[in-house]
């Protein structure tokens, strides 16, 4: 079986997938069009976030088996067109999980404990310590909304520290001891900070936003390290502006384009010019799940995922 890999990775995806008999080739520079010109001399396919993979692609990849991603999502992927075509969608969620997790909970607790203002006034030579007391993530209840290998990660991860830990789940029967699941209305009447693990669907799409947070009982603190798309930017702004969500925390933004690696097509929104410039928000680009350990535990365990389908 011959594989086309479109993106780099981990040296041991390939290693691995040489050792087991697959025939790998790598193009990491032809444009979308070139590489439809050739896919049909591949059984494999494994992307990263180079370019979607739509409907006419998938009709020119006439042998194609599986189409892996080195990620979590596959929203980039016409998954119902592929399975229309017996392509097997295999991803990693499990390879980057724990980093998720713990970007997430090093964003709450900056968050919290105003790190990166605190930080940014020391540098220019000032020294506010009231202006810059925090708040003690003890005693609160955190909701997650998603619950699948991130949120439950997630929860694990404030196991330690004497909270409440709620998630919400379209799924039933999600929860465990590390998180109760409830309804919406419970969760919206009693959380303190909501932290978003949610997969990019037509459900999620633009899901937060000025309609969902009023509907909060309490003022709260908004983590997003999931899909940027979730959340309405401008909608947001107001709820910063009004008080209605007290900080922010977002390793993804809407105007991420489907490469998750551009922001802004043309200019700069000027609901972003808010966000860069509020004390209230923290911004990361896209890294919660890009750390040294990550990169190799998605390769390993994509590997493991195309040998046990092909090679069982």
């Not at 709820?239 to 933004?253: E, F, P, Q, S, W």
Request: aromatic share 8%.
């Amino acid at each position: 079986m011959r594989i086309l890999h479109l993106d780099t990775n981990h040296p041991l995806l390939i290693q691995q997938l040489d050792a087991i008999g697959f025939v790998n080739h790598e193009d990491y520079t032809s444009s979308k069009g070139e590489i439809e010109t050739k896919i049909s001399e591949y059984d494999g396919l494994i992307i990263r976030s180079r370019f979607s993979i739509d409907k006419q692609f998938i009709e020119k990849a006439t042998r194609l088996k599986f189409i892996g991603r080195v990620g979590a999502g596959i929203e980039n992927i016409d998954s119902n067109y592929a399975q229309l075509k017996d392509i097997t969608l295999l991803s990693a969620p499990e390879g980057n999980r724990n980093a998720v997790a713990e970007h997430a909970l090093g964003m709450l607790l900056s968050l919290f404990n105003n790190l990166k203002k605190a930080d940014t006034e020391v540098r220019m030579g000032l020294w506010n310590r009231e202006s810059n007391r925090g708040v003690e993530l003890d005693g609160k209840t955190v909701g997650i909304i998603g619950y699948g290998n991130m949120g439950k990660s997630f929860a694990q991860k404030l196991k330690g520290f004497n909270v409440e830990v709620l998630c919400y789940d379209i799924a039933p029967n999600v929860g465990d001891d590390y998180a109760r699941q409830v309804t919406l209305k419970e969760f919206r009447s009693k959380v303190d900070v909501v932290s978003l693990h949610t997969p990019q669907t037509v459900l999620t799409v633009n899901m937060i936003n000025t309609e969902f947070i009023k509907a909060f009982k309490k003022s709260f603190w908004l983590i997003n390290t999931a899909r940027g798309k979730s959340l309405v930017t401008e909608d947001l702004v107001v709820a910063l502006k009004n008080g209605k969500i007290l900080g922010v925390a977002l390793d993804v933004l809407e105007y991420e384009k489907s490469s998750f690696e551009n922001l802004f097509v043309n200019q700069m929104p000027e609901a972003f010019h808010y966000l860069i410039n509020s004390d209230k928000v923290l911004l990361t680009p896209h890294i919660a799940g890009w750390t040294h350990q990550s990169k190799e535990s998605l390769a390993q365990i994509l590997v493991a995922k195309i040998k046990d389908k092909f090679y069982s």
